[in-house]
């Protein structure tokens, strides 16, 4: 690309000219957006990166490079000290909260995900997800400002945040900005295509090898001591014993009735028989007793393909988890 050193220089001047306040991050994208179109071969993609305890925002540009690799180019103004550099030795670099004074280090944080991750992986099956997702998208288009919006309204009603000042007030708690915000919506965005399009890319097949799954399965059953659990087993027909155990004095039991796809079950009732009494078996940190009322075959609708998607696509990304290298770096 005999073009090259000149694209490089353009390069730098749209870095040094880009707004340097985090409310200035969508108008930079948008610059970028524009240089790209006009730039194809380099492919360039814009990195933002928030000062700690700034509302100042740093950039790289990284660009294909046409003999192979890829290009990072930081262009540094005022005292001219890069990000990465400045960043080493700033008070909060290293700092993830601050209570009364108190401050808690990144490293503290993360041992304390550690600790926590021993009991639950939710957390940190999460952030490897971010990951493969980011890994995933790449390549894809900005966001549009409708997508955005949809995504933020959902975001925002997830989490019963109705009104602006709802909202600001859990931007305050949670220690974002809203410039942060977009950025993460802006993440979120392109996550949530491709989560679109391997899911119905998958649904089918998932639908065909595990239709069982979907059945429509009418169940009832009680979670509690085995010793509870027992005395109802004992008297014979299942659901009456379970509809008697609401009234009766048989110790404290959790009891359920429900109608889910056969998957949505708890495991010991999955592929019951109609009718079959079930346990008491071990459950969690307790029992379970219960029998199915009823199953239906799963229909291959609308509704149950999309819920073969969703099943398949986190079967896709567990998968992922599995095969990626993954690296924590606690301390």
């Not at 209570?99 to 021993?118: F, H, I, K, M, N």
């Not at 085995?226 to 048989?250: F, H, R, S, Y």
Request: glycine share 8%; hydrophobic share 45%.
């Amino acid at each position: 690309m005999s073009d090259y050193p000149h694209m490089l220089a353009e390069a730098v001047d749209l870095l040094r000219g880009l707004p340097r306040r985090r409310e200035g991050v969508p108008a930079a994208r948008e610059s970028v957006a524009a240089w790209r179109a006009a730039n194809p071969a380099c492919r360039a993609q814009l990195v933002v990166d928030e000062r700690p305890g700034s509302l100042l925002v740093d950039y790289d540009l990284l660009l294909d490079h046409p003999d192979g690799g890829t290009v990072a180019i930081t262009a540094s103004v005022g005292d001219g000290v890069p990000w990465v550099v400045d960043h080493s030795t700033h008070w909060a670099a290293s700092r993830v909260l601050t209570v009364d004074g108190e401050g808690v280090s990144v490293q503290t944080a993360l041992l304390s995900l550690r600790a926590y991750g021993e009991r639950d992986r939710t957390l940190q099956d999460d952030l490897i997800d971010f990951c493969l997702l980011g890994l995933e998208t790449w390549d894809d288009p900005e966001p549009t400002e409708e997508e955005m919006q949809r995504a933020s309204d959902e975001f925002r009603l997830r989490r019963g945040l109705r009104t602006r000042e709802a909202m600001l007030r859990w931007l305050e708690q949670v220690g974002l900005t809203p410039q942060a915000y977009q950025n993460h919506l802006f993440a979120l965005v392109r996550a949530n295509r491709f989560r679109g399009r391997k899911a119905a890319e998958l649904a089918a097949e998932h639908f065909a090898e595990h239709a069982a799954d979907f059945d429509r399965v009418s169940a009832v059953w009680a979670v509690g001591a085995e010793e509870a659990l027992a005395v109802l087993a004992g008297q014979g027909d299942p659901v009456a014993a379970l509809a008697g155990a609401v009234a009766g004095p048989v110790g404290e039991l959790s009891i359920h009735v429900a109608e889910r796809a056969a998957a949505e079950l708890p495991e010991p009732l999955r592929d019951a028989a109609e009718g079959v009494a079930v346990g008491p078996v071990p459950y969690g940190a307790a029992f379970l007793f219960g029998t199915v009322r009823h199953r239906h075959p799963a229909r291959r609708d609308e509704a149950t393909l999309a819920a073969a998607g969703r099943a398949a696509f986190a079967d896709y990304l567990a998968d992922r988890r599995t095969k990626a290298k993954i690296e924590w770096h606690w301390v």
